[in-house]
């Protein structure tokens, strides 16, 4: 496993300057918006193989997402790239100062198995756009998928600009020894402290796209039907496996009973009475992650040779119940009741930061004191998941639910160097900045306020 050959290949095809030029960029951006379109059944039957997705879910949320990505890019590229003037101090005029997004060199993007293609190509845009050369790593636990997206880059992109590298756990350690410019990582919060120890010792700059418990929290004036039908949506799509999923649901007291009823009544809508049979309900991605969450929930309707697991609404469940212990990811819901708002914040201060909040009232106050009073990456009021949508909204953790942005200028950014620029001029050269000093302490400081805009 020498990857060393394959990223200097990348780093002499990024040191000749090709990739920096807009036209550059923006041609392969349309290279790979044609070869998704062009290819987009294979890629669905590949998801469909991996993890039983519904062609309707998958392409909305998995290439869908990734041609509006393109489409953004192509629109707003031409304006990311351009300098941005800013502002001198009157010590340094007379002069000019810019900011010039660079890209930051060799990439080594590594994608996750919930959603194989989205959560690969999407970091992918954004590299693309910023004028990177790219490693993709696919997860192994998606073999479809990652054999398509392999042939997919190797048929429509050099190998000198983009690859790809099929391969296990080892495949990507033994990447992770290798120097890259950047490291863009989504999956668990263990395996990102393993990615980020291993980037230190290059000094490589690294974003984690993690997860976390996401709590969805219920006041007592939210409307039952739909709160039930948005979080039973955000909840089951792909089976529960998604990171920004609600993982848990804190109602009010009085409203448990009925909101449970809702939830079930929200299930039955979207999958029927059996959603094992169900065209529209997705199955767990390997016997692995289906044993690790029979254990975590202890008794739910399943199939373990169908790796099937039924959407799963918990009611009797307590703080030190294992379920509660650590990210589900899979079609459970814990739902707890909750006597006071006051109760939920001092709980959620003792977990750590997740993802995201969900926060179902119309009581602005109550909304307000909720994102004032929790640490999250991002807040959604009134429904789920559709926070990571739009190109315009950063997406990205904090603390072990991640670090750093991705999305629309966000992800252009991650990939992107501010490189500062002062363009001085050799005349006006004020002697008073060069010893000895020419005023004394007293008026020097007085100066400063004036020369450096204190």
């Known amino acids: 496993m020498d990857f060393a050959p394959l990223i200097l290949r990348q780093r002499k095809h990024f040191n000749t300057g090709a990739n920096r030029s807009l036209a550059f960029r923006q041609e392969q951006l349309c290279r790979l918006q044609s070869v998704i379109k062009a290819h987009d059944s294979e890629i669905l039957d590949a998801l469909r193989a991996d993890l039983r997705k519904p062609a309707q879910e998958a392409y909305t949320s998995e290439i869908g997402l990734v041609l509006s990505d393109i489409r953004y890019a192509l629109k707003c590229l031409p304006a990311w790239m351009k300098r941005q003037s800013r502002r001198l101090p009157w010590i340094a005029w007379p002069g000019t100062g810019c900011v010039l997004s660079e890209p930051l060199g060799v990439a080594l993007i590594i994608g996750p198995w919930n959603y194989p293609f989205q959560l690969l190509f999407s970091p992918l845009v954004s590299a693309l756009a910023a004028g990177n050369c790219v490693v993709l790593k696919p997860?192994?636990?998606?073999?479809?998928?990652?054999g398509v997206i392999s042939k997919l880059i190797?048929?429509?992109f050099p190998a000198n600009h983009i690859t790809v590298v099929e391969g296990d756990r080892q495949t990507a350690e033994a990447m992770l020894l290798e120097k890259f410019d950047t490291i863009f990582f989504t999956g668990s919060t263990s395996v990102g402290k393993?990615?980020?120890?291993?980037?230190a010792r290059h000094l490589t700059p690294v974003t984690l796209e993690l997860g976390g418990k996401c709590p969805a929290i219920v006041s007592a004036d939210a409307p039952l039907e739909v709160t039930a039908r948005r979080i039973a949506w955000g909840k089951f799509m792909n089976a529960g496996q998604t990171c920004i999923a609600p993982d848990f649901v804190l109602v009010d007291r009085q409203r448990f009973a009925s909101l449970v009823e809702a939830l079930r009544g929200a299930v039955g809508e979207f999958y029927g009475d059996n959603p094992q049979i169900s065209p529209n309900y997705g199955r767990i991605v390997n016997r692995s992650h289906f044993d690790r969450l029979i254990h975590c929930a202890?008794?739910?309707?399943?199939?373990?040779?169908?790796?099937?697991?039924?959407?799963?609404?918990?009611?009797?469940?307590?703080?030190?119940?294992?379920?509660?212990?650590?990210?589900i990811f899979g079609p459970i819901l814990p739902v707890i009741p909750f006597d006071s708002m006051d109760e939920v914040l001092a709980l959620l201060h003792d977990?750590?930061?997740?993802?995201?909040?969900?926060?179902?009232?119309?009581?602005?106050?109550?909304?307000?004191?909720?994102?004032?009073?929790?640490?999250?990456?991002g807040v959604c009021i009134n429904d789920t998941v559709v926070q990571m949508v739009g190109q315009d909204l950063p997406f990205g953790g904090v603390g072990e639910s991640g670090m750093g942005k991705c999305r629309g200028k966000a992800g252009?950014?991650?990939?992107?160097?501010?490189?500062?620029?002062?363009?001085?001029f050799p005349f006006f050269d004020f002697r008073f900045r060069y010893p000895p000093p020419k005023l004394s302490l007293e008026k020097l400081k007085g100066a400063c306020r004036f020369l450096l805009g204190s």
Request: glycine share 2%; aromatic share 8%; net charge negative.
């Open 412 to 424: 252009f950014d991650c990939f992107s160097h501010e490189r500062t620029i002062v363009r001085r």
């Open 351 to 377: 977990r750590p930061a997740p993802l995201a909040v969900y926060i179902f009232t119309n009581d602005r106050a109550v909304q307000e004191r909720i994102v004032a009073d929790t640490r999250s990456g």
């Open 154 to 156: 190797a048929d429509t």
């Open 298 to 327: 202890g008794t739910c309707k399943s199939d373990a040779e169908d790796l099937y697991i039924a959407p799963t609404i918990l009611t009797d469940v307590s703080w030190a119940d294992p379920v509660m212990q650590e990210e």
């Open 194 to 199: 393993a990615v980020m120890s291993s980037a």
């Open 139 to 146: 997860s192994e636990f998606a073999p479809h998928t990652a």
